[in-house]
């Protein structure tokens, strides 16, 4: 779990105090029903994203990590294990008026440091080929690009990161 004495990863004084006000905490499934509106608003074009998916995608070992400002959730990222010891992230989406402070950098950080610390030896994500900021950033991290896909039309990059020993499957 992020704590204040962590390093935030910005560069500017602004960025550093509005972060300084923003609490993480880790929460299960529930969380994401009892807080569906805010799910939506930050993916509104995964028309998919209802109870009955988040309940089949959340049945094995799985996390949602909250951002929240003044006890108000502005962010989160779910992720869950799909083989033993990996994890995929899901999802990870900030409120409109926070986006481009950081917030989803730390939560992204905070997910893998928790993952790592449950012993999973590798974790791997999704990211839109467009989003270029958000791929250096995970690479920066230590993820390597691993594939290149094409789902619903759009250019994807699956991007890993290996915890321990060799991982060596088909994400």
């Not at 779990?1 to 006000?21: F, K, N, S, Y």
């Not at 905490?25 to 029903?33: A, G, I, M, P, S």
Request: net charge positive.
């Amino acid at each position: 779990m992020w704590e204040h004495g962590d390093a935030i990863p910005t560069q500017t004084g602004a960025v550093r105090r509005i972060l300084a006000e923003i609490s993480f905490r880790v929460h299960d499934k529930n969380w994401l029903f009892e807080n569906i509106s805010l799910v939506r608003e930050c993916f509104p074009h995964l028309e998919y994203i209802d109870a009955t998916d988040m309940e089949l995608r959340l049945q094995s070992d799985h996390g949602v990590i909250v951002a929240e400002c003044r006890g108000k959730p502005v962010g989160f990222t779910v992720w869950y294990e799909t083989l033993p010891g990996i994890a995929y992230i899901w999802l990870t989406g900030v409120a409109r008026e926070q986006r481009g402070k950081g917030i989803g950098t730390v939560l992204r950080r905070t997910a893998i440091r928790e993952l790592s610390k449950r012993g999973m030896r590798a974790v791997w994500c999704k990211i839109s080929k467009e989003k270029t900021g958000w791929i250096k950033k995970h690479l920066e991290q230590g993820f390597r690009i691993v594939e290149h896909v094409r789902e619903d039309g759009k250019d994807l990059y699956k991007l890993a990161k290996v915890f321990r020993g060799d991982v060596v499957i088909a994400l």
